[in-house]
């Protein structure tokens, strides 16, 4: 029996990470060219304003430079690959992290789903990265790989993919920090915002320190500050 509303209880983390993220239905997969997600139901209460593109602001840092990635790095399928695979690691620790506070695996997967969703409706290089490539749905909120890589080949993308694909991610991470943010307040929110970043600099030490740089600062970073300016 679903909970009736006035029954939330605040301080129960699953209660209200889950207000307003519905079960998912079983849904047919779209085809690889489908323009739209099909039934997607917006999320109501967790407040997710129109997911939007992150502005990447700009930031003097008199630090030694670090290497950073050029265009040309993203004609090569091995650092996209690298840049999703470390996306999909920081799923897996957000996910633990709101685990080990409460938060049961149900609630879990729709939410991550959801955002997904909600982020591919704004964005062209997550669109129906929910389905894998035999039409069966990513339930837990993980990206395609597969459709990915097809979203960056069509339209005016090819011509600024590095900009494309660190707008995509940050914004899937801003939908993400809400909605922790929202379901589990303020202080529950900034203990998981430290441990998303201190964990990212034992896992990101292995993918290259480009690519570590290009994430933490494009994505993971500019989520975070957009997620701390939404009070």
């Not at 998912?24 to 323009?35: A, L, N, Q, S, Y």
């Not at 069966?136 to 993308?157: C, P, Q, W, Y």
């Amino acid at each position: 029996m679903a909970k009736d509303e006035m029954s939330i209880n605040k301080n129960n983390p699953e209660d209200m990470i889950s207000i307003g993220l519905p079960e998912v239905e079983k849904k047919e997969p779209p085809e690889m060219e489908t323009e739209a997600l099909p039934g997607f139901m917006q999320l109501s209460t967790v407040e997710m304003a129109d997911a939007k593109p992150v502005q990447q602001p700009v930031i003097k840092n008199t630090a030694p430079a670090m290497p950073e990635l050029v265009y040309d790095d993203f004609l090569n399928e091995n650092t996209i690959t690298a840049i999703i695979s470390l996306n999909e690691e920081m799923r897996k620790v957000l996910a633990a992290e709101l685990a080990s506070r409460g938060v049961a695996q149900r609630i879990l997967d729709n939410m991550m789903l959801k955002t997904l969703e909600k982020s591919a409706l704004s964005s062209r290089i997550l669109r129906n990265t929910n389905w894998d490539s035999e039409g069966n749905l990513r339930a837990d909120g993980s990206m395609d790989v597969e459709r990915f890589f097809k979203n960056l080949t069509g339209g005016d993308i090819m011509g600024d993919m590095d900009t494309a694909i660190a707008d995509g991610l940050s914004c899937l991470m801003l939908a993400r920090l809400k909605a922790v943010k929202a379901g589990l307040g303020s202080d529950k929110y900034g203990s998981v915002k430290s441990a998303l970043k201190n964990k990212f600099m034992v896992i990101s030490a292995g993918f290259g320190s480009a690519v570590s740089s290009y994430y933490g600062e494009k994505v993971l970073d500019a989520a975070i500050r957009m997620g701390d300016e939404n009070k």
